[in-house]
């Protein structure tokens, strides 16, 4: 093979990797034919040594994975182990279950094996994905490929090392030759041609050298992109499956196809996201490309499983997407992640498409704090599509960002009291606030109540300290307002870990607050955490308020919808259905928070 690409571990073990995908796809249909590009895919190996279980458990924790393999990278040192100890315990894993040395070791062993029986001695380029959890895995695989075939060319691209931090990576690891900063179709294949001898050097700024004329490029701003995704060739997979059918133990992964309809963010202004560092402005495919490319795909891995890898899927396209997708008549099974601006029937159109699982973008249920991080979202717009997402039977994964720099006690309290109201829908998961490199809060970080940053201490425990020298990291800690953040937060973080336990004790799995309407009248039935079943009736213009509310709905319109009734009279209703926790009210507008059965 004249290119390899590889993705080292620790991806989800049954989805192959849409970065090696796209890239192979693209470098095949642009380079002379007789050159020959390969993916490779070790996390799978890995994966089969260690257990999936082991290696599912491990992957899900960035500083646990990190830990590993700096572990291998750097032995002797105690930091790997503490680190990988502690991020365990903080995902609520028994550390005591691991055996940290005898991963590592298994983990070594199984990827150098997959190198060794490689045939590298031909290959002048390799090129190695590093994306989440995949720093440490990544710089072992360049320095071993390195250290066996001394005139490799190695290149590391992903979100890992793109603007500033893959400088850094060049100036602390001598055995990575290149960086791409960005997307890296258009500069890859460029570097694949000089190194391949077609053509006589390299203009795009995106790729980044330690001794070529690229030194001095930044990579902020450098980008260089395709400049429509419906130009892009469907992602090749054929390497993965062809990897999956020989690693033993693999026979029964289902398998989860990465797709993307978009790159970048269309909203792009949240105070606190680092995740569109490769990317610079927004694109996204037609809605009859991305149906194209499901059905290729299906046709050709006989896969129904999807996910989506876009930050945000397109605002305006999504549910036209899933329209297209209705069409193939084909019980899809869809993973995607939106922000808490689709109304129920946006929702509906996505589910007759196959969507079955949404990663919505909550982040607070306090509106002064999503003021702050520029969500563009209310409390209300989360409370909705919460709601929504329960009554389709859509699988919700959220998050609320606690201890946010700048936060009061009031915007906390806020946040505590709107929590009973979501207590109905699945719980959210508390994320504490970390700072990316180059998101806005790095930027202007004075804003934020931060004096200043400095590296993120649990690098130390990852790499020693002539290598932090010359790296920058991807998250840094901060001086500032942490310590009474974290004090103000904990009692968000209790009530919330209190939720999901009652939730699992009472064996709810859907909404906790539902209703049945029969016609002139609607009962409503409410289990609350205590275990309590209250049980509620509407009849007449109640229930025809309650009805129109379920979306967010402004008073006035309220007012106008039943007009007999005098406005008193209804603001009395809705503070009843507030107290009574029927309702949501934020800012003059209403809504009903009971799901149908």
Known sequence: MDIALIAPPWPLFNRPSIQLGALKAYLSRNLPKDFRVKNLHPYLHVASVLGYRDYHAISQSSWASEAVFANILYPGRTGPGLLFEKALRARGKKSTRFDFEGICRKAREALENYLDRLDLSKTRLLGISVCLNQLTAGLYVARFAKERHPGLKVVMGGASVSGSIGRGVLNAFPFVDFVIDGEGERPLLELARYLLGISEGINSRAVISRNGPQQDVAGSGRKDQVPSLDDLPPPDYDDFFRELAEVPGAAGVSVVLPVEASRGCWWGKCTFCNLNLQWKGYRAKGPERVAAEFDHLCKRYSCLDFAFMDNCLPRREAS????????????????????????KKELVHMKEGGLKSLQVGIEALSTGVLYRLKKGSSTIDNLAIMKNCAELGIDLQANIITCFPGTTE??????????????????????????????????????????????????????????????????????????????QWRVVEKRLAFFQKRRKELGIEGPALTYRDGGHFLLIRQLMPDGRVLNHRLSGPSRTIYLHAMEPAKMEEIFSFVPEIPKRKIEDFIVQMLSKRLMFSENGNVLSLACKV
């Open 410 to 487: 009031a915007e906390v309290q806020e946040t505590l009291r709107n929590l009973e109201f979501a207590w109905p829908f699945p719980t959210l998961k508390p994320v504490r606030f970390w700072l990316g490199a180059e998101s806005p809060v790095f930027s202007h970080f004075r804003a934020f109540n931060i004096r200043y940053l400095k590296t993120e201490k649990r690098y130390s425990m990852l790499f020693p300290k002539e290598v932090l020298e010359n790296f920058s990291p991807l998250i840094l800690q901060y001086v500032g307002d942490r310590k009474r953040q974290e004090r």
């Open 320 to 343: 036209s997407m899933f329209g297209k997708l209705a069409l193939h008549k084909r019980d899809y099974g869809v993973f995607a992640e939106i922000r808490a601006v689709h109304s």
